[in-house]
C-alpha cells in the first residue's frame, strides 16, 4: 500500500511540473543577452555611442596616466639638441649601478658586448656588423638617452620595453662602462 501511494505520489510531481512548461511562452531567462546575443558587424554604428559614432576619443589636451612628454624630435637636430642639452634627473641616490647594470644585460650586451666594446654575441656571430665601441664614441647622457628612446642606424627603439628611469638607469651605466675603456 505504501508502494502505491509513493507512485502515485512521484506521477503527481511529473505531471505537475511537465505541466507548468510551455514552449509558446518560455520561463523567465536570467541574464537572457547571455543567452541570445546580440551580434554586431566590426567598426559598424552603434547606439552605445553619443551620435552613432564608432567610439570615443579622449578629451583634447588630455595624456595618458604616467606618460611623459620628451621634447626632442627624432631627427638628427634631435639628436644634437638631446646630446648639448639632455641631462639626468637621477640624484646621486637614484643612480642605481646595479640596476642599470641588469637592464643593460637584458637589452644591450648582445649587440654591444659586457664592457662596451661592441663585440657582443650577435656581432660575433655575424648577425649584425658595424656596433661600435663606446671608447670610439663622443656621447653624453642625454644622447644615450635619446638612442635608447627613439634608435639609431641598426639599434631600434627601446622606448617600449624600458620606462624613461630604466633608460636613464641604462645612459648612466653606459656611461660608466665608457670611462672603464
Partial sequence: MKRVYKITLLLGITISIASCHNNSAP??????????SIGYETY??????????????????????????YEYE????????????LKSP???????????????EIYCISCHGTSGNGKGKLVEREKFLGVPSYKDRVITEGS??????????????????????????????????????
Fill in 144 to 181: 644615450i638617452f635619446h638612442v635608447v628612446t627613439y634608435g639609431l642606424n641598426a639599434m631600434g627603439s627601446h622606448a617600449n620595453q624600458l620606462s624613461v628611469h630604466e633608460r636613464w638607469l641604462v645612459a648612466d651605466y653606459v656611461l660608466k662602462l665608457k670611462s672603464q675603456l
Fill in 27 to 36: 520561463n523567465y531567462q536570467y541574464f537572457p543577452n547571455m543567452y541570445q
Fill in 90 to 104: 637621477l640624484d646621486s641616490l637614484g643612480r642605481n649601478s646595479g640596476e642599470g647594470q641588469a637592464l643593460f
Fill in 44 to 69: 559598424s554604428e552603434s547606439s552605445a555611442f553619443k551620435n552613432g559614432k564608432e567610439g570615443q576619443l579622449p578629451v583634447t589636451g588630455t595624456i595618458n596616466r604616467g606618460f611623459e612628454p
Fill in 74 to 85: 627624432n631627427t638628427p637636430e634631435g639628436y644634437d639638441l638631446a646630446k648639448a642639452n
